[in-house]
Structure formats: structure tokens, C-alpha cells
């Protein structure tokens, strides 16, 4: 199943809890508003949200990051800077700011 944004999810939820849609239903509505969800989309959603009572996205296996968003930005901002910028560049960069270790 590809990625459903989560308001997209909410609104599937709702037109089946609280409209009584069956998914041919859902799929025509969202259609009309120019949202194109899949049948299989549509019965995962609702089939997430009776097994968890949210249609919150699963916790995903791999690696965890090793960084936050904040020194991620920092390199996005060092590179648009410099794009011949080396990773040893951007970790001795950091050192020196205290924000890498």
C-alpha cells in the first residue's frame, strides 16, 4: 500500500464510521474531490483503525537516525553554501559548534 496522507486517512475513517460508506462509496467521494485513493488503500486505512483505533503510521524497522532535524538543517545549509563541501568538512564544522560529537 502506497503512503495515504493522514488527513486523507481521517476522512476515509469518518466517511465510514460516521457516514456508513462502504469503500466503492469512500473511493467515488474522494474521487469528486480529486483525491485518487485505491480499494486496497481505502480497506487498509479502515482495517488500521479498527486494530489500533488510530490511523496513525506504523513504527517502521531500520536504522535509527543518528542526527535531529536541527543539525540535519545545518548541513542542508553548509552544502547549499558550498556544494563541494566533504563530510569531514561538515563534522569538523560541527565539532567546532558543539553540535556534533
Keep these: ?21 462502504k469503500t466503492y462509496q469512500i473511493i467515488k467521494r474522494l474521487r469528486e474531490e480529486g483525491i485518487s ?23 517502521r524497522s531500520g536504522r535509527t537516525r543518528t542526527h535531529g532535524d536541527e543539525i540535519r538543517e545545518q548541513l542542508n545549509e553548509m552544502y547549499e553554501k558550498n556544494q563541494e563541501t566533504t563530510s569531514t568538512d561538515a563534522r569538523r564544522t560541527l565539532l567546532e559548534k558543539g553540535d556534533c560529537n
Design 37 to 59: 485513493v485505491g480499494p486496497t488503500g481505502v480497506r487498509g486505512v479502515i482495517k488500521r483503525y479498527n486494530e489500533t483505533g488510530t490511523v496513525a503510521h506504523r513504527k
Design 1 to 21: 500500500m502506497r503512503f495515504i496522507p493522514k488527513d486523507v486517512c481521517d476522512t476515509i475513517v469518518h466517511l465510514h464510521h460516521k457516514e456508513k460508506l
